[in-house]
């Protein structure tokens, strides 16, 4: 998986726009990052500034005896701002316990539709750590031959998973983020935030500890089921899903019967979510197989539920 980090200003966590996709073919999962002109930077609480217990504060408070100015030291006036707390002061940087379990279990088990279930159950709620490295903006060559860097802005890491979709990469804990890139910043922000940004951002993976023997991926139904609170099967251990994939198939005598699995056996890792396998008559046109393919994707709850499948034929 290519890393792409984006080389824009950082935009409200709220409302992030869309980042270009990378254009580097990926050769391998989980690369550290390289150049791109494109994308933009997730912002967090990060910059945020802490406050006093109360809820609300227009200015810091001034020590005994001194006379508060009405400015701070870049000009902006202190009135009317709205200063919240820090959710993540005290901090300590590590792993939350329950999601680290979690997430081991699922490699211990990667086939255990109950151990995915319970990453996302265990990411609610949970502090991640966005990656962020600096890009320079501007360079000019100086009075001494060498090149200088102008200006530079702190730029938050995307991914590019083998079948070109973006991903957006978030790490449990400070130690497997510089583990994975040690030049990176790690930046708190709430599971649901980053998830949501990522949605937003329309990056359909989520990559927990990219490069780490826990790993976790995210796909986008879980995603979407994540940020509504919402219960989440795995598509290859979904009932209804198994269900009206029997009902489409119905519509083609040549297919003898239907099976479901998971996509590989590092599902929790990469490569397709659901794998599909089709018992059919000798010598099947391809035509027929297109067919197939489309009933599918023309079910809008199957459409939902699965991210992504791949099928496999089978004479009977």
């Not at 200088?148 to 497997?176: H, K, Y």
């Not at 008559?281 to 079910?299: N, T």
Request: aromatic letters at 4%; proline letters at 10%.
């Amino acid at each position: 998986m290519t890393c792409v980090p984006s080389a824009n200003s950082c935009p409200s966590a709220s409302t992030p726009r869309s980042w270009a996709r990378p254009s580097t073919p990926a050769s391998s999962l989980w690369k550290k990052p390289s150049t791109s002109q494109d994308g933009e930077l997730l912002s967090t609480h990060s910059h945020e500034p802490e406050k006093p217990d109360e809820s609300r504060s227009t200015a810091p408070a001034a020590q005994a005896g001194e006379t508060l100015a009405p400015t701070d030291s870049a000009g902006q006036a202190w009135e009317g701002r709205d200063l919240k707390p820090n959710p993540f002061s005290g901090d300590t940087g590590l792993a939350d316990a329950a999601l680290l379990e979690a997430m081991t279990q699922v490699a211990q088990s990667p086939l255990d539709p109950a151990a995915h279930q319970q990453v996302v159950k265990a990411l609610s709620g949970a502090r991640l750590y966005a990656p962020i490295v600096p890009m320079v903006l501007d360079q000019e060559v100086g009075d001494n031959g060498l090149m200088a860097d102008n200006s530079s802005e702190m730029a938050m890491v995307r991914l590019q998973a083998e079948d070109g979709r973006e991903c957006t990469p978030g790490f449990s804990g400070i130690p497997p983020l510089t583990a994975w890139h040690s030049d990176a910043r790690p930046v708190p922000i709430e599971s649901e935030r980053l998830v949501l940004g990522a949605i937003e951002a329309e990056s359909q993976l989520v990559v927990l500890d990219p490069g780490a023997e826990s790993s976790f991926l995210l796909r986008r139904p879980a995603m979407f089921a994540f940020v509504q609170s919402q219960p989440w099967t795995p598509s290859w251990a979904d009932p209804e899903v198994a269900q009206r994939l029997r009902a489409i198939a119905e519509s083609f005598p040549w297919l003898a019967r239907i099976g479901v699995s998971p996509g590989s056996n590092s599902v929790h890792l990469g490569g397709p979510e659901l794998g599909i396998t089709l018992g059919v008559e000798p010598e099947v046109a391809p035509a027929e197989v297109r067919r197939f393919q489309e009933a599918v994707a023309g079910d809008e709850e199957l459409v939902a539920k699965i991210d992504s499948l791949a099928i496999r034929l089978v004479e009977v």
